[in-house]
C-alpha cells in the first residue's frame, strides 16, 4: 500500500492527510517532503491527520520526530490528530506521547494553533 499525503488549509492551519503505511522508503520520503514544503513556504502551523495510518515502523517514527524538530527549529508547530489504536499504543510505548500534541478533534487542534 503507498503513502499520500494531501494538504488543506483551515483558519491558517496546514493540515496534511496521512493515508497508507509510514515505512522506509517512501512513506517516509512521502512525510518528511509534505512538513518541509510547507515550511518552506512559512507555513509555520502543521496538523498531522494520521486517522488514514495503518501502520509506522521505527523509520516512520523518526521520520515523525525528525520533522517536529525540523518544524520547532524553524519556529513552527506540528502536532497530531486522529491517531489509530495502533499509532497511538506505538506513540505510548516509544514515550512519544509526551512529545507531540495529540488530538482527537479537529476542531480543538486548529484552536491549539
Excluded at 1 to 12: D, H, I, L, Q
Amino acid at each position: 500500500m503507498s503513502m499520500t499525503a494531501t494538504t488543506r488549509k483551515v483558519e491558517g492551519v496546514s493540515i496534511v492527510d496521512l493515508s497508507g503505511r509510514i515505512t522506509i522508503g517512501e512513506g517516509t520520503v512521502v512525510l518528511k517532503e509534505a512538513v518541509r514544503s510547507l515550511l518552506n513556504k512559512h507555513e509555520m502551523n502543521i496538523l498531522l491527520n494520521l486517522g488514514d495510518v495503518s501502520y509506522i515502523d521505527s523509520s516512520g517514527i523518526g521520520e515523525l520526530v525528525s520533522s517536529f524538530t525540523t518544524a520547532g527549529k524553524q519556529g513552527g508547530k506540528l502536532k497530531l490528530l486522529n491517531l489509530t489504536k495502533k499509532v497511538h499504543d506505538l506513540l505510548s510505548i516509544t514515550k512519544l506521547l509526551t512529545v507531540f500534541e495529540v488530538f482527537d478533534d479537529e476542531a480543538k487542534a486548529i484552536r491549539s494553533f
